[in-house]
């Protein structure tokens, strides 16, 4: 493969050129988020609202190659639950980083056998994400969450796992803040 | 390891935390531009002007983790030739990508069978360096050239060969314009 030049037009929250544009509305999280019976509310309301939308840019699957792109979730709550992206673990050994160019949101991470871990992001932020651990991003801002990310190619994703046994903890708003809870559905390996 | 949080501190240039930091000074380079009289005769007044620095942050060495930081190159020129990073080529099949932050420059490359590329770099833009391609980055603007790096932990960095051979061209400043001409000491392989 060639050289190449990619733009991440923060304005539009777009990537100049990509190989996968993907849209994830509400109808498409139904399983997601915990309060199932307001997004059925929602939805009968013929309200589909777009929770996050991703660009990709993907050079090539083979192993020493990067991904590249830009997410963007948009501010809401179903019930309490922050807007947030379905999350994945990686089927092969393969880091991810987080770099935040807008906004407010959690990096929330987790392993199979049962450890947690979060990192706040705001703009000029980059969160980690280790080999092995699972990864959601919420937005817990009130304005779009905005960040560019970057991952080995051959990484493989696991969307599978997290729609079976969720996430071992919930990012909600309480009281007036961001609050980590218990995951009451949370079925751990 | 666990999950972590960096910062890119564009104001100071600077990542926190990192696992290495490092100052290129004019003296180091004395091997790689041009005009090496004029090299001579810039340290002979004393002067050692800082050329460029680079802060990164390495999680683990091991496969599938990604290193990443922030490079600034600073303005100026030896003779008509642009300040640039020495470059290298990785030593596994291991991609690079640059993210420019701030000011404007050129992401020069090329493989050891003799094939060029360049990408012009501004705020926005991200340079692709695929997997086998040696690479430099040049300030081709007035002011700081900054931008945010990230490859395969496990690339390995072969120096050697850019300080033997050499880049097949070299960015200078001509006739108001920014020009690739051949370098004459370039040495194919």
Same mark, same amino acid.
Not at 69 to 75: A, D, E, M, N, S
Not at 99 to 106: A, M, P, Q
Not at 124 to 132: E, L
């Given at each position: 493969m060639l050289p190449d030049r990619v733009i991440i037009d923060l304005e539009h929250r777009a990537v100049r050129p990509f190989t996968r !544009? !993907? +849209?994830? =509305?509400?109808?498409e999280m139904e399983d997601y988020f915990l309060d199932t019976d307001e997004v059925v509310r929602i939805l009968s309301r013929g309200e589909d609202p777009l929770v996050y939308e991703y660009y990709e840019y993907s050079p090539s699957g083979s192993q020493g190659n990067?991904?590249? #792109?830009?997410?963007?979730?948009?501010? *809401?709550k179903v019930g =309490? +639950?922050? &807007?947030?992206? !379905? #999350?994945? &673990?990686?089927? !092969?050994?393969a880091a991810e980083l987080y &770099?935040?160019? =807008? #906004?407010? #949101?959690?990096l929330l991470m987790q392993t199979t056998d049962g450890k947690v871990s979060f990192v706040h992001l705001e703009p000029?932020?980059? *969160? &980690?994400?280790?080999? *092995?651990w699972g990864? =959601?991003?919420?937005?817990? *801002?009130? +304005?779009?969450?905005?960040?560019f990310f970057a991952y080995p190619s051959d990484a493989g994703h696991d969307y599978a796992i997290v729609k079976e046994r969720g996430f071992a903890k919930i990012v909600v708003h309480e009281n007036g803040r961001v609050e980590f809870v218990d995951n009451p559905r949370y079925k751990r390996a």
């Open positions: !544009k !993907k +849209e994830v =509305r509400l109808s990067l991904n590249l #792109g830009l997410t963007t979730i948009y501010p *809401g =309490r +639950e922050f &807007y947030m992206t !379905k #999350g994945h &673990y990686h089927e !092969k050994d &770099y935040c160019l =807008r #906004g407010h #949101g959690v000029g932020s980059v *969160g &980690y994400v280790p080999v *092995g990864h =959601r991003t919420i937005n817990t *801002g009130n +304005e779009e969450f905005v960040f």
